[in-house]
């Protein structure tokens, strides 16, 4: 079906379908027809790819990356939109839908099992309640993929494409910074949903790296030294460390020296490498 952003084909669609919008799913569909065909074009739908697409609501995006793309797996977790998506993707023979949870899908299997020798990028409209999750669970997953593209809510885009090392980032920006190269695209006002949301959105995308960073022993300690220094954001790094990880601060002040750290810096000041080096430095002397 053409027009699928035209919101007067949406409210004709879900009207027929008897639908009712679902907060809790974060549902705000697109109705700004120029968003789309840009999500697609700057997410790698192309030839020679598949895209995977997390939330269809009506399948607006969809249809823009069955058009582009050789295959599309478009993963929805609200059954209701089924029947609608038969009607309003019906055309297309390149779009299989799978109905649950993304957070529950064998993504590793999908890949191998659905995208024969073609490359692979995520697209989606991301719903904002789970944005995070959704993001960490792509990248820690360490997926066969070549790009995530995303809506997200204006602020968390701006968390997630902030530069290491300035006020912006956070724990979720060094993980990102970690798995991938990100990049913001493009800002979305928030007029362009049905219904409205209260925040302006922007689209941001994130190049998957073929080698992460150096140095780290062990990544789950890495992430778990990360979270604790982002615990408590007012705090220097040696404090929020040592109160969230319960380490003596003789101990965290003594690693932050050997990582060559002054003992006021904060965590939003540290680069990617000195993470990693303070990191290293605190496990050998707890596990000492
Ligand atoms: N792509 C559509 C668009 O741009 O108009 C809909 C985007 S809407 C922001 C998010 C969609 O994700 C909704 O259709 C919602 O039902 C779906 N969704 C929410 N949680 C999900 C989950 N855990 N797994 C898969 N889909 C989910």
């Known amino acids: 079906m053409d027009n699928l952003s035209n919101i007067g084909v949406i409210k004709d669609v879900l009207e027929r379908h008897n639908f009712s919008f679902s907060k809790s799913l974060g549902q705000n569909f697109l109705i700004n027809p120029s968003v789309c065909p840009r999500?697609?074009?700057?997410?790698n739908a192309g030839e020679g790819f598949g895209i995977i697409e997390i939330g269809t609501g009506i399948g607006v995006l969809?249809?823009?990356l069955a058009k582009r793309a050789e295959k599309v797996v478009a993963i929805e977790i609200d059954e209701r939109l089924l029947p609608v998506l038969e009607e309003t993707l019906g055309e297309y023979n390149n779009i299989k839908i799978i109905n649950d949870d993304v957070m529950n899908v064998d993504l590793h299997k999908l890949i191998s099992e659905e995208f024969n020798g073609?490359?692979?990028a995520v697209c989606a409209n991301l719903p904002y309640y789970i944005t995070s999750p959704i993001i960490m669970m792509l990248l820690e997953k360490r997926l066969p993929i070549k790009s995530i593209t995303v809506m997200v809510q204006k602020e968390a885009g701006v968390r997630l494409c902030a530069k290491m090392g300035t006020r912006d980032m956070g724990a979720v920006t060094v993980a990102v910074n970690y798995f991938s190269e990100p990049k913001m695209l493009f800002n979305v006002s928030r007029g362009s949903f049905m219904p409205s949301p209260n925040v302006d959105s922007c689209v941001v995308r994130?190049?998957?790296k073929e080698n992460t960073p150096e140095g780290v022993?062990?990544?789950?300690y890495f992430f778990k030294v990360v979270r604790a220094a982002f615990s408590q954001r007012r705090k220097t790094l040696v404090n929020s460390v040592s109160s969230s990880m319960g380490f003596e601060k003789i101990i965290v002040s003594s690693a932050a020296e050997k990582a060559g750290l002054p003992l006021t810096v904060r965590p939003e000041q540290l680069s990617m490498e000195q993470f990693i080096l303070f990191a290293?430095?605190?496990?050998?002397?707890?596990e000492e």
């Open 39 to 43: 999500i697609a074009e700057m997410g």
């Open 62 to 64: 969809t249809s823009e």
């Open 118 to 120: 073609l490359g692979v």
């Open 206 to 208: 994130f190049d998957i």
């Open 217 to 220: 022993s062990d990544e789950a």
């Open 280 to 286: 290293e430095q605190l496990k050998k002397l707890t």
